[in-house]
């Protein structure tokens, strides 16, 4: 197996997505190459520190703030009459039409 | 080598109880919702638009349209992806508002082939935890992600950080699940690339990129 090769399932080998005889092929590639093993490894802890990480955390204060406004405006928007408005779009949101300018 | 696998699923009976009576006006059975999925919802808004006030506004548009279109739901996929499909949409909307100048697309596929090529090879030791404090490291790692572009760091955030399944992201995103992967592993390369500029194990040097 070539590096290439190995890279291509990474992300399948990391999510154990693949089938027995992939995975023993992979290991036995990361056995002897050196830099495959670096890269899987360091590959794993990227994405554990970004799970441990707690990057935007909701603060307390501003989480009741929030729930307070969007609970208001709930309110707002059941007095108003529920499902008046046309936001077809909002639920099945379009991301293939965005624009590319 | 131990694999990395995503977290569970939840028990969905009690939220589409909740769910069920938000849809019938109840307010209070909808603020249940707020309650359990805000904080991702606020996380996933603030990796889009790396901005706070954006994150806010997000925050409560994507609810308050999720509760007026709640009669949408058919509950074929799970409250929360479809809440987080419309919390990303809103934050891309917010994203293109704010760079108009840049192109903001999922749809952004940019694939040269070499952004997968491994340059930096070397071991991450001691731990970042040891070589940083909890700030420093916070800040590297938001400076790391900002710098990917947004389609790469939608899926890597929604796969990686709040543990949707990859079919649950595609759901999520309307992308199909080979996108998802070939953006995922292009986030997960990318991201691992400039870490390492960090984090690599220092031999005489500072260790400083």
Redesign the interface.
């Known amino acids: 197996m070539k590096c290439s090769e190995f890279?291509?399932e990474?992300?399948?080998?990391?999510?154990?997505?693949i089938d027995a005889p992939t995975k023993a092929e992979l290991?036995e590639h990361?056995h002897w190459c050196h830099?495959c093993?670096?890269?899987?490894?360091?590959?794993?802890?990227?994405?554990?520190?970004?799970?441990d990480?707690?990057?935007?955390?909701?603060p307390d204060d501003?989480?009741t703030k929030?729930?307070s406004?969007?609970?208001s405006?709930?309110?707002g928007?059941?007095d108003c009459g529920?499902?008046t408005?046309d936001?077809?779009q909002?639920?099945?949101?379009?991301?293939?039409s965005?624009?590319?300018? | 080598m131990e694999t990395i696998q995503p977290k569970l699923d939840e028990p969905v009976s009690e939220e589409l109880m909740l769910v069920n009576a938000a849809r019938g006006g109840d307010v209070g059975a909808f603020e249940q919702l707020v309650k359990k999925y805000d904080r991702n919802v606020f996380r996933i808004a603030n990796h889009i638009t790396q901005n706070r006030e954006d994150a806010e506004d997000v925050v409560q548009d994507a609810f308050l349209k999720a509760f007026q279109n709640l009669g949408q739901f058919q509950g074929q996929s799970k409250f929360y992806t479809w809440l987080v499909r419309i919390a990303v949409n809103e934050a891309l909307m917010r994203l293109r508002r704010r760079r108009p100048e840049r192109m903001v697309s999922l749809d952004e596929d940019i694939n040269t082939g070499e952004d997968t090529i491994p340059r930096e090879v070397a071991d991450w030791s001691p731990n970042p935890e040891q070589l940083y404090n909890q700030s420093e490291l916070r800040e590297i790692l938001q400076k790391t992600i900002q710098g990917l572009p947004p389609s790469f760091r939608t899926v890597f955030v929604l796969r990686d950080v709040e543990g949707l399944s990859t079919e649950e992201t595609a759901d999520a995103l309307n992308l199909s699940i080979p996108a998802v992967k070939s953006r995922l592993l292009r986030a997960r390369l990318q991201l691992r690339e400039r870490l390492t500029k960090y984090f690599k194990k220092q031999r005489g040097g500072d260790g400083q990129p």
Not at chain 1, 37 to 50: D, H, L, R, S
Not at chain 1, 90 to 96: G, L, R, S, V
Request: charged residues 30%; positive net charge.
């Open positions: 890279l291509k990474l992300t399948d080998y990391l999510d154990d997505r290991e990361l830099n093993y670096v890269v899987c490894n360091t590959t794993k802890m990227t994405i554990e520190i970004y799970r990480s707690h990057l935007y955390e909701l501003l989480r929030l729930r406004a969007i609970v405006k709930c309110h928007s059941k529920p499902h408005h936001e077809s909002a639920a099945t949101p379009t991301e293939k965005t624009e590319k300018s």
